[in-house]
């Protein structure tokens, strides 16, 4: 059993996210945490499951590192995920984490190629761009700003911005000045300056928009319009300083907004703006009027006449006119506008990804806790089952004391398909056979008040699916059709192949690049609000609370889940009063060599003696199944860690069969598998898991030679699982 301090350490461990254990420097696990026992499983060597990675001499590294006792970190990419491995020395031990950066690496490759696009624009800008530290010394600058100084970035870097301008420059943060730029072998070069400040990883730095001055007035009450203003890619437009009318606006603007110039002649600016830029802008413009800045900026939201909103980050300048010789007046004011919405789409599909993958956590953590309180149930359902026959008065009690926890199954089976972590057997499928199947089906569960269409060619290929949690999926978005259609209407069913050549943004995932077939659900139904459509795939979420049988609101989150775990992708477009359609993108496959064949087994005769050994921590799921198992005939050696039945087996004690579960504080199932098998290689080993078999074996085929039995399991399922087993040819 755990002493006080190992109990602590262990959950310590299961507090951190990443997985975690810890060795020995002879090689002996004395603590890990839940997917430290999951992941690093073998005795021999805990770097397994890297095995195939594309970059044998890191994995080299890394092994080397994990012999001799010094740390390191390394990244390393297998055929299923990417991992970040590091080493960290303890005392006669080494602390291994592993963490999966998958969706992070995905993520940072994409911000990387658009950081790419970005700095390319900025290059081909017709002004000027800079950053620079707090000392003034300059740390980016772009193209343009270089070929107007005739120097290089390289000569430009880290030089000081006052040694660069002629003029005094202002003290302050923020701040709008003309000024004369230093060229050499040519006249200083007159240009006006937009400096702010910005925070980037808690450093204050300050970027500058360096502007030509032909777009000021070059006369007295002329405006004068230049090649710059009308063909910049910023947004740029003019106000009246007074009644705030728009004066001249260019076509980067017009484009930006998607307004018309006939709808901006005589504006004013504040019929154009939502309500929270209508009260922000008006203090940004008394600052500029009374001198107490010389430039401003602040977020402006267009309200457009299509019913969206174009969010723009405004930077604001005066426009002076001298009315006397010592007095200048305020005329106007210039907005130069850059797009925020693209940086707010990438934050939104940041944050959603990351609440998706702790929703995920979470949900799977509960449903493989649940499985074992349900796998009791069940169990001890079963065994009254045994005592009080139909005729008995208890009889129907326990019946739907049964039949309510296998309901709760269902529902923690859609939790697990959200967190991708339900049991799932895929194989090759013709999904044009598939659809000729599901045709029947999903006529008699919307209706006849419903027209249901298919749409599709012969020859899409295959996918690779479990056929049940297919039938799921388009079941789910059937029936979620139906209750958006009360009045009838029309439910479409697209299918077509499609071959992505680059990475690309598919709903708030980045679909990597292959052949797919790709399959749409569209209905005539009432259609889902702008706001919802962000939350659709969140379990217990629905848009029809309040309404009788509206269900659960797992329904989308378990296709979420089911399409994701098959690598495939889905997307959702919907309009109020017009109707919604989900997109989904599945991997197509070849046919394969051969036809699957499928056979009926034989009936298993039941063994008549026997040793089977028990390790389970959950109290109630081993009581339950030592009893059934003893009322089978066989002798059962019960244990609640692997530990203490490690310690038996090295004592001489040879079972016929290991029924574990894999998933135990200490060392984990698999582990004690592979190490009594190591004793006794006849051994003949069941694993339990209320995971998947495939997440709670992490992808590795070298253990499939033990075998699996899901949580929850009824005593039927755990007797056919044992005689399979004891049947079964080593």
Request: aromatic fraction near 8%; glycine fraction near 6%; hydrophobic fraction near 40%.
């Amino acid at each position: 059993m755990l002493n006080k301090e190992n109990k602590a350490l262990h959950a310590l461990l299961e507090a951190e996210s990443d997985a975690r254990q810890i060795r020995t420097h002879k090689n002996k696990v004395t603590a890990q945490n839940e997917k430290g026992a999951a992941l690093f499983t073998s005795a021999a060597d805990p770097f397994v499951f890297l095995q195939g990675t594309p970059q044998p001499e890191r994995l080299e590294k890394l092994q080397h590192a994990y012999l001799n006792h010094y740390p390191v970190s390394v990244q390393l990419e297998t055929p299923h995920a990417i991992w970040e491995v590091t080493l960290k020395n303890l005392p006669k031990a080494t602390l291994l984490t592993a963490r999966n950066i998958s969706d992070t690496f995905q993520f940072q490759t994409w911000v990387q190629s658009e950081q790419r696009v970005l700095q390319e624009s900025l290059d081909t800008l017709p002004v000027g761009f800079y950053i620079t530290d707090t000392d003034g010394r300059i740390q980016y600058t772009n193209e343009r700003l270089c070929g107007w100084l005739s120097r290089t970035k390289e000569e430009l870097l880290h030089q000081s911005l006052n040694q660069l301008i002629k003029n005094e420059l202002p003290v302050d943060e923020n701040w709008m000045a003309e000024v004369f730029l230093k060229r050499p072998k040519s006249k200083p070069l007159s240009a006006f300056i937009f400096q702010n400040s910005f925070e980037r990883n808690s450093e204050t730095l300050f970027e500058g928009i360096v502007i030509a001055t032909d777009i000021f007035p070059k006369k007295k009450g002329k405006t004068g319009s230049g090649l710059f203003f009308d063909k910049a890619p910023l947004g740029i437009f003019r106000i009246d300083a007074v009644d705030l009318i728009i004066l001249e606006a260019n076509p980067a603007f017009l484009h930006l907004t998607g307004l018309s110039a006939g709808v901006l002649k005589e504006t004013p600016l504040m019929q154009l703006l939502d309500n929270e830029s209508k009260e922000t802008l008006p203090l940004k413009l008394s600052k500029l009027m009374m001198h107490a800045q010389k430039f401003e900026k602040c977020e402006l939201s267009f309200a457009l006449p299509t019913g969206e909103k174009k969010t723009v980050m405004a930077y604001i300048a005066p426009v002076e006119t001298q009315v006397s010789k010592k007095e200048k007046d305020i005329t106007s004011f210039l907005f130069y506008l850059t797009d925020l919405n693209e940086h707010k789409n990438l934050e939104m599909q940041m944050a959603h990804a990351q609440k998706m993958q702790a929703m995920g956590q979470l949900a799977g953590g509960v449903a493989h806790d649940f499985n074992n309180l349900l796998t009791a149930i069940i169990g001890f359902s079963d065994l009254l089952l045994q005592k009080h026959g139909m005729g008995d008065p208890s009889f129907a009690d326990i019946m739907q004391i049964k039949h309510n926890a296998n309901r709760a199954s269902g529902l923690v089976g859609q939790l697990l398909a959200f967190s991708r972590k339900q049991p799932l057997k895929p194989q090759l499928i013709d999904i044009s056979d598939a659809f000729s199947e599901l045709s029947a089906l999903l006529r008699r569960s919307i209706g006849p008040q419903i027209e249901l269409i298919f749409d599709h060619t012969n020859d899409l290929g295959f996918v690779k699916v479990d056929p049940n949690q297919l039938t799921q999926v388009f079941l789910n978005l059937a029936v979620n059709a139906r209750d958006a259609m009360p009045s009838g209407g029309r439910l479409t069913i697209q299918g077509h192949t499609e071959i992505i050549k680059k990475a690309r943004s598919i709903g708030n995932d980045m679909m990597i690049p292959g052949h797919y077939v790709v399959i749409s659900v569209a209905d005539t139904g009432c259609g889902i609000q702008k706001e919802n459509l962000s939350r659709i795939f969140e379990p217990f979420f629905s848009t029809k609370e309040g309404i009788a049988g509206s269900g659960t609101g797992l329904g989308l989150s378990t296709v979420y889940g089911i399409i994701t775990q098959t690598d495939g992708y889905i997307q959702v477009e919907s309009e109020v009063g017009v109707g919604t359609t989900f997109t989904l993108y599945l991997p197509r496959f070849d046919a394969p060599a051969k036809p699957f064949e499928k056979t009926m087994p034989a009936p298993l005769p039941s063994p008549r003696s026997g040793t089977i050994m028990l390790v389970e921590d959950e109290d109630a799921v081993r009581a339950f199944s030592a009893r059934v198992l003893k009322n089978k005939g066989f002798t059962v050696l019960e244990f609640s860690n692997a530990d203490e039945a490690l310690k038996e087996i090295e004592k001489g004690t040879e079972p016929d069969l290991l029924l574990t579960d894999m998933m135990m504080p200490g060392m984990d199932g698999e582990t004690l598998a592979q190490l009594a098998k190591e004793r006794y290689p006849s051994l003949r080993v069941i694993l339990m898991s209320g995971y998947s078999e495939d997440f709670a074996r992490h992808g590795k085929d070298e253990s499939k030679t033990f075998s699996f039995l899901a949580k929850p399991f009824s005593l039927t399922q755990l007797v056919q699982k044992v005689r399979e087993v004891f049947f079964q040819k080593n």
